[in-house]
């Protein structure tokens, strides 16, 4: 499973926990926005939607499963999409409330962090001088106190109360530690093969936004894993398209969004969500490969199907 595939999958993370709404004015964080452009990405082509949830008063992170509630029904409705629910949420909350979402909507997928570290994106914080919201600078300044907590006591706990769902993971690597982690969980029966593993770059805390970090972990992976997984690449900030251009030509799938970066191309802000997936999807078809659609998605990631979620 690890080898060249036929088609493409594109994933598209609409909002995520990083950003602020000060950041740009694209940044989704309503119900009616989330799921506005949660349904024109995958109508672009994106068919795998990550998805956080913003309290829509201010834009700050919200892990109820409420706010959830207000936009997935719609996205569900209006798309095929496979709908994948974050278990990151806040940096500041425990793991059971993390996963409380994917409790209560057995999505087809979620995702799961594959180890602790710092996260910080507290740079951002000396590019802007006036905030829409009270809450925004403090929470990015502070970052740089932030641990990323994901103990394997967590992720034996997030994996064992998930599990009855029959919810297919996608197992976020930010170095080449937590691709050894994963190997230990498998190696325990937490999970089986096959696997998806989302490599992630140049998020501050994890592995740089190189090509030879890419190479590196891949090779890692296929030592650890051999045939029995299939992969994505997140780039943040500036290396998102890059990467994902460049995994794309080795065999894997890629992701976009708001979430993993603001921007369309260098110093120019991405008008959406739907606009970065229009943009790799070109890039892919333009150098000879197919995007999978969210049926094909299924099939190469061994999905239960749509029919089996609680929204």
Not at 105 to 113: L, Q, Y
Not at 154 to 162: E, G, S
Not at 284 to 309: F, I, Y
């Amino acid at each position: 499973m690890a080898r060249n595939s036929k088609k493409t999958i594109i994933t598209c993370a609409i909002t995520g926990a990083i950003h602020t709404p000060t950041m740009s004015d694209a940044l989704p964080y309503t119900a009616e926005d989330i799921a506005g452009q949660a349904i024109d990405a995958a109508q672009a082509g994106a068919s795998i939607l990550h998805l956080h949830a913003r309290r829509p008063s201010d834009g700050g992170v919200s892990i109820d499963p409420d706010t959830f509630r207000a936009f997935l029904p719609r996205v569900k409705q209006a798309t095929d999409a496979v709908i994948n629910i974050s278990t990151g949420g806040s940096l500041n909350n425990t793991i059971e409330e993390r996963i409380a979402p994917a409790l209560a909507f057995s999505p087809e997928m979620c995702s799961m962090n594959m180890g602790s570290m710092n996260f910080s994106f507290h740079p951002l914080a000396g590019r802007y001088t006036d905030w829409k919201h009270d809450w925004e600078k403090d929470y990015v300044e502070n970052s740089d106190t932030y641990i990323f907590r994901n103990t394997f006591a967590d992720i034996k706990n997030a994996a064992t109360q998930l599990a009855p769902h029959d919810i297919k993971f996608e197992h976020e690597c930010y170095d080449v530690g937590h691709l050894y982690n994963l190997k230990f969980c498998m190696d325990i029966g937490l999970f089986k093969a096959p696997i998806f593993i989302q490599f992630i770059f140049g998020i501050l805390g994890g592995i740089g936004p190189e090509v030879d970090n890419l190479v590196f972990m891949k090779r890692t992976a296929d030592r650890l894993f051999g045939e029995d997984y299939r992969w994505s690449v997140l780039g943040a900030g500036g290396s998102q398209m890059q990467l994902a251009t460049t995994a794309s030509q080795m065999g894997g799938n890629v992701r976009v969004g708001l979430e993993d970066s603001l921007f369309i191309s260098r110093g120019e802000l991405a008008q959406s969500n739907a606009q970065q997936v229009q943009k790799i999807r070109r890039i892919v078809e333009d150098l000879g490969c197919a995007v999978a659609s969210p049926d094909e998605a299924r099939e190469m990631l061994g999905l239960k199907g749509g029919d089996r979620v609680s929204f």
